[in-house]
């Protein structure tokens, strides 16, 4: 059995970090939800200021198909507030709501207890893709310009009254994504490889990524046949073989979620393309000081 990445590299020193590998991209894992309540503008807001590469983040379809921004395929009490401010009494699925119905949602008020730093966003509602493409147009934060977006379509074949079929799922974000010229800094992520191998039909250009949450068979065979660019693993189920394996087929490795100084440093141990991460301001930090270190 191959040995896990933090057996195999438990023994790397920063200082060899910093002379010998090349750092990866800084993703904002559903912007910064280390720091503010996920998946809003505020948190692509802070993941700008921060100097992230790319914004990931999830994607649902509304009742009248407008693609937004949600990890959830419900609203749920937990993350949002009802339309009259007060706490929901249960999950409201996104598909049932329009987006005039979905706005009147609250979800910058209420924090994640497993990020203490976060802070309120009151009166936030869920975003639509094409928002998050208007904020970046319009942002003056110096890494606006080229951050790139990492944007998971949210499909669940064992409810599939949650979400679109992968075709329609694929339509619709390729749609909003050729209308605002974004094709050459998208990629779409999926556990679905339908989802993905429909973005490939209507955008070509459009980078796909496949998401896995464990490796238990050969994954670079799969991962080829399914003709993704990017394969984005779990980050407790990459070992430094399978990440030079793909690599060496020309796909690139992004995993997630990585949050610690420690895992950080072996995952760049490890030759990774990207890390995606809740807190993308200390990961640039920290990417920063090794930088520092190698001149």
Same mark, same amino acid.
């Given at each position: 059995?191959?040995?896990?990445?933090?057996?195999?590299?438990?023994?790397?020193?920063?200082?060899?970090?910093?002379?010998?590998?090349?750092?990866?991209? @800084?993703? &904002?894992?559903?912007?910064?939800? &280390?720091? +503010?309540?996920?998946?809003?503008?505020?948190?692509?807001?802070?993941?700008? #200021? /921060?100097? /992230?590469?790319? *914004?990931?983040?999830?994607?649902? @379809?509304?009742? =009248?198909?407008? +693609?937004? @921004?949600?990890?959830?395929?419900?609203?749920?009490?937990?993350?949002?507030?009802?339309?009259?401010?007060?706490?929901? =009494?249960?999950?409201?699925?996104?598909?049932?709501?329009?987006?005039? !119905?979905?706005?009147?949602?609250?979800? &910058?008020?209420?924090?994640?207890? $497993?990020?203490?730093?976060?802070? !309120? +966003?009151?009166?936030?509602?869920?975003?639509?893709?094409?928002?998050?493409?208007?904020?970046? $147009?319009?942002?003056?934060?110096?890494?606006?310009?080229?951050?790139?977006?990492?944007?998971?379509?949210?499909?669940?074949?064992?409810?599939?009254?949650?979400?679109?079929?992968?075709?329609?799922?694929?339509?619709?974000?390729?749609?909003?994504?050729?209308?605002?010229?974004?094709?050459?800094?998208?990629?779409?992520?999926?556990?679905?490889?339908?989802?993905?191998?429909? %973005?490939?039909?209507?955008?070509?250009?459009?980078?796909?990524?496949?998401?896995?949450?464990?490796? *238990?068979? =050969?994954?670079?065979?799969?991962?080829?046949?399914?003709?993704?660019?990017?394969?984005?693993?779990?980050?407790?189920?990459?070992? %430094?073989?399978?990440?030079?394996?793909?690599?060496?087929?020309?796909?690139?490795?992004?995993?997630?979620?990585?949050?610690?100084?420690? !895992?950080?440093?072996?995952?760049?141990? /490890? &030759? +990774?393309?990207?890390?995606?991460?809740?807190?993308?301001?200390?990961? @640039?930090?920290?990417?920063?000081? #090794?930088?520092?270190?190698?001149?």
């Amino acid at each position: 059995m191959k040995k896990i990445l933090f057996l195999t590299l438990i023994a790397a020193s920063v200082p060899a970090l910093a002379a010998d590998l090349r750092l990866p991209a @800084v993703h &904002g894992h559903r912007g910064s939800r &280390g720091t +503010v309540p996920e998946n809003t503008l505020p948190a692509f807001e802070a993941a700008l #200021l /921060a100097g /992230a590469d790319v *914004l990931e983040f999830d994607l649902g @379809v509304t009742k =009248d198909g407008v +693609v937004i @921004v949600s990890h959830e395929p419900k609203v749920t009490p937990e993350r949002c507030l009802g339309a009259d401010g007060n706490k929901l =009494d249960k999950p409201v699925a996104i598909r049932e709501l329009t987006l005039a !119905e979905l706005k009147k949602y609250d979800c &910058g008020t209420l924090l994640n207890p $497993k990020f203490p730093q976060q802070i !309120e +966003v009151p009166g936030t509602p869920m975003p639509t893709l094409e928002e998050v493409f208007e904020l970046v $147009k319009k942002s003056g934060y110096a890494a606006a310009p080229k951050v790139e977006f990492n944007i998971e379509t949210k499909i669940f074949p064992y409810e599939p009254a949650l979400s679109p079929s992968p075709e329609e799922f694929a339509r619709l974000v390729t749609d909003v994504v050729k209308k605002h010229g974004m094709e050459a800094r998208v990629m779409v992520q999926s556990f679905d490889v339908r989802t993905l191998r429909a %973005v490939k039909k209507f955008a070509p250009a459009i980078r796909t990524s496949q998401l896995t949450y464990e490796s *238990l068979v =050969d994954i670079v065979p799969a991962l080829k046949n399914s003709k993704v660019d990017i394969w984005s693993p779990n980050y407790k189920w990459i070992t %430094v073989e399978a990440v030079k394996e793909a690599q060496a087929a020309g796909i690139k490795v992004a995993p997630w979620t990585i949050n610690t100084r420690k !895992e950080w440093d072996l995952a760049i141990a /490890a &030759g +990774v393309d990207a890390i995606i991460t809740d807190y993308p301001a200390a990961l @640039v930090e920290h990417l920063a000081a #090794l930088r520092a270190a190698k001149k």
